[in-house]
Structures are given as C-alpha cells and as structure tokens.
C-alpha cells in the first residue's frame, strides 16, 4: 500500500493568525539564508548547551557578524508585536539617556531628555 503524502490542511482554530514584527535596535537588519552553507545562531537556546544553525530558508536578523534566529532575537528583547509609539526614532519611548562630557567631575555625566 502507497502511504497518503498529501500535505495535512490544519482546522482554522489550529493555524495562528499573523502578526505584524517590529525590529526594536537600531543597526539590526533581516536576512534570508539560503542554501547549505554552515551558518549558526549566535546565542543559545534554553536547555542546550551548543550553537544551533539556520536552516535554509530560514528568516533571522544581524548585526555585523552576529546572526540570530527568530526565536532568540525575540528572547533577547529585539522584536516586538506592537510599533513604537511616535517619537525620537531608535529610543524607548519617551526617554533617552545620553552622555554629557561637559559635566566634568562635578556631576553623573548623565542628561535625561524628552521627559
């Protein structure tokens, strides 16, 4: 007997609806690996102890040299599901931390802006 290879189509309440993904770091870009070339994840996930690779077809971000799966990128705290609000682009919303050289001794060397 030929076994059935016909692809499964999953009930509706099965299938998760799509969400829009949003980049929080500023320099991250996407990135689509193809073929077989040996590319790996430069962070762990829970639970192993080594490197895991990309899989051709797999979509992921980088920066430089550094490469990230989807799933790692998210635990890392660089996607989101909700756009940022309006506001300096590249910042959390509604604060940003910068380096005052001009404080000298006399102060932190801290200026906090857009409060």
């Known amino acids: 007997m030929i076994p059935d290879r016909s692809p499964q189509i999953p009930d509706e309440g099965d299938v998760p609806a ?64 909700q756009p940022r609000g309006l506001g300096r682009a590249g910042s959390p919303a509604g604060l940003v931390i910068e380096y005052d050289p001009s404080a000298g001794d006399s102060g932190p060397g801290v200026i906090e802006l857009d409060q």
């Open 18 to 81: 799509p969400r829009r993904m949003f980049l929080r770091e500023p320099g991250w870009r996407v990135g689509h690996k193809l073929g077989s070339e040996r590319e790996f994840c430069y962070m762990m996930a829970p639970g192993q102890d080594y490197y895991h690779r990309l899989l051709d077809g797999e979509v992921y971000v980088h920066h430089g040299d550094e490469r990230l799966c989807l799933a790692c990128a998210e635990r890392r705290g660089l996607l989101a599901y």
